[in-house]
């Protein structure tokens, strides 16, 4: 669970400068509904294009839920087509930053997708790794 903080930190500092992705053909369109039991802060979402990013790099593409303003999906249009993978955070008290315990535990919610679940940790590519390929939708359980 300790390496969810750098991970929150890239999402958060992603977010403050996200940078657009250099143009690619693509008319892949990927959905994210969150279920999440709180009304308030934000669901940061960042998604990656391959594994070495998902382990320990940039996100290719961030997104911001505004979960108080009553939004529950991010949308991710024209992806070229191929393998990804999520990691989000509800910042519930919106902060702009990922809550942790003394030891480093995660005190706000997290989730990654296919709700894949880690173990010490975030959840491996092998787990979270899904397919893009023209319109794709995934719910996510925020825990």
């Keep these: 669970m300790i390496r969810l903080l750098p991970i929150a930190a890239a999402l958060v500092a992603a977010?403050?400068?996200a940078v657009p992705v250099a143009a690619q053909s693509a008319d892949s369109r990927l959905?994210?509904?969150f279920e999440t039991g709180a009304q308030t802060g934000a669901v940061m979402v960042a998604l990656y294009a391959d594994e070495a990013a998902y382990e320990n790099g940039?996100?290719?593409?961030?997104?911001r839920v505004d979960v108080a303003?009553?939004?529950r999906a991010a949308v991710f249009e024209?992806?070229?087509a191929g393998a990804y993978g999520m990691k989000a955070f509800h910042d519930v008290n919106g902060d702009g930053k990922m809550d942790v315990?003394?030891?480093g535990m995660p005190t706000e919610p997290f989730a990654f997708s296919n709700n894949a679940v880690g173990n010490m940790g975030?959840?491996?590519w092998d787990r979270a790794r899904f397919d893009?390929?023209?319109t794709t939708a995934q719910t996510i359980r925020i825990r």
């Design 132 to 134: 893009v390929s023209g």
């Design 31 to 33: 959905t994210f509904t």
């Design 101 to 103: 315990n003394p030891f």
């Design 78 to 80: 024209n992806l070229p």
């Design 58 to 63: 940039a996100p290719s593409r961030v997104a």
């Design 15 to 17: 977010l403050a400068v």
């Design 69 to 71: 303003a009553g939004e």
């Design 122 to 124: 975030p959840a491996r």
